[in-house]
């Protein structure tokens, strides 16, 4: 039995998700809805849910208002938005699942399965509900912490510290400046979404660069020297950018 709580202010919003649950997931389901936070944590008191649809954007109190007065979920939780990159950049960062709205079937299918494929540990949920929480609260996008969940299990450090990021195949590397090396088990193409707007310049289709950190670019502007001594490819495509970056310098 996959016991499963609604969180959504929108009646239709629920009514739809609902509907596509019942339709499309072949495990039984028990599902409970709340219109707002404060009837979500009265629900919460006689039921406990394996996994929570929680809307973003809610009146009164919005769905980080409701995590942050859960504190430590025993539950997972799929974030529902409609598109706020401020709201999918914070949820991002944390290594955490949400569906944009209006919600397509198929992703919510594959949500789903990932929540009962991979259901983590306590302790590494409420430390990745603990990291989304704090970079809420940190104004400065600088000093918000990422999690990444490698194979060794889920490392938390700051963008700021991210020299560069370079591609192996669906993998991405991740080179800091205290010399570790991650390896996240997301896509290139990923990370830069997550990371736009934080000072970062895709070089190459196995590249992307934090422009704090370049220090040198050859005289035909097809490799740049990064803080640690790598030496990056710029593909042919990726001069102008390149040369446009140096300019506004």
Known sequence: MLRTLIIDDESRARNILHHYLTELITQPL????????????????????????????????????FLVA???????????????????QAIRFSALDYLLKPIDPEELKAAVQRHLDQRDSQREKNALYENLVQNLERKDPGEHKIAIKSTDGTHFFLVRDIIRLEADSSYTHIFLTNGKRFTASKTLKYMEEMLDGQGFLRTHKTHLINTAYLRQVNADHSIVTMSDGSAVEVARRKKDEIKGYLKSQ
């Open 30 to 65: 028990e599902i409970r809805e709340a219109e707002s936070a404060d009837m979500a944590l009265g629900i919460l008191k006689e039921y406990t849910p394996d996994l929570v649809f929680l809307d973003v954007e809610m009146p009164v109190k919005t769905g980080f208002d």
């Open 70 to 88: 859960v504190q430590f979920p025993a539950f997972d939780i799929i974030f529902t938005t409609a598109f706020n990159q401020y709201a999918i």
